[in-house]
């Protein structure tokens, strides 16, 4: 297989577990879910699905467990939707670049901030 293909496939299957996952009905599913990037093997028989989860610690751990109890679920949309001779075993894995790029985002703010703010005047100067 052509890594152009396998990416090409790492695309419709982003698509398709995208707008399967936000169909799901599940009560653990409770923080905000963004598939960021699929990784597919060059034979088309494994794809790792990256997500970003947003919401409180206890929730994005609720929602990983609620997405791998779905897997099986999941793989069979994609199967179904795709029409692929044999559906890609699938992998969810939590994507930490986004929250990475927040966190130093914040890191910067802080920084600026620190810079911007004027320096009191020592004590007993007059201004």
């Given at each position: 297989?052509?890594?152009?293909?396998?990416?090409?496939?790492?695309?419709?299957?982003?698509?398709?577990?995208?707008?399967?996952?936000?169909?799901?009905?599940?009560?653990?599913?409770?923080?905000?879910?963004?598939?960021?990037?699929?990784?597919?093997?060059?034979?088309?028989?494994?794809?790792?699905?990256?997500?970003?989860?947003?919401?409180?610690?206890?929730?994005?751990?609720?929602?990983?467990?609620?997405?791998?109890?779905?897997?099986?679920?999941?793989?069979?949309?994609?199967?179904?939707?795709?029409?692929?001779?044999?559906?890609?075993?699938?992998?969810?894995?939590?994507?930490?670049?986004?929250?990475?790029?927040?966190?130093?985002?914040a890191l910067l703010s802080q920084l600026k901030q620190e810079r911007e703010e004027p320096?009191?005047?020592?004590?007993?100067?007059?201004?």
């Amino acid at each position: 297989m052509s890594q152009a293909r396998a990416g090409r496939v790492g695309e419709a299957i982003k698509e398709v577990v995208s707008e399967t996952v936000r169909r799901l009905k599940d009560s653990r599913i409770t923080a905000l879910v963004s598939v960021t990037d699929v990784e597919v093997s060059r034979d088309l028989r494994h794809a790792k699905v990256f997500v970003s989860l947003y919401g409180e610690q206890d929730d994005v751990t609720q929602t990983l467990e609620g997405l791998q109890s779905a897997i099986k679920f999941i793989r069979g949309e994609v199967a179904r939707t795709l029409q692929l001779r044999t559906a890609p075993t699938l992998q969810i894995v939590q994507d930490p670049s986004l929250s990475h790029g927040a966190h130093i985002h914040a890191l910067l703010s802080q920084l600026k901030q620190e810079r911007e703010e004027p320096e009191s005047p020592a004590a007993g100067e007059d201004a």
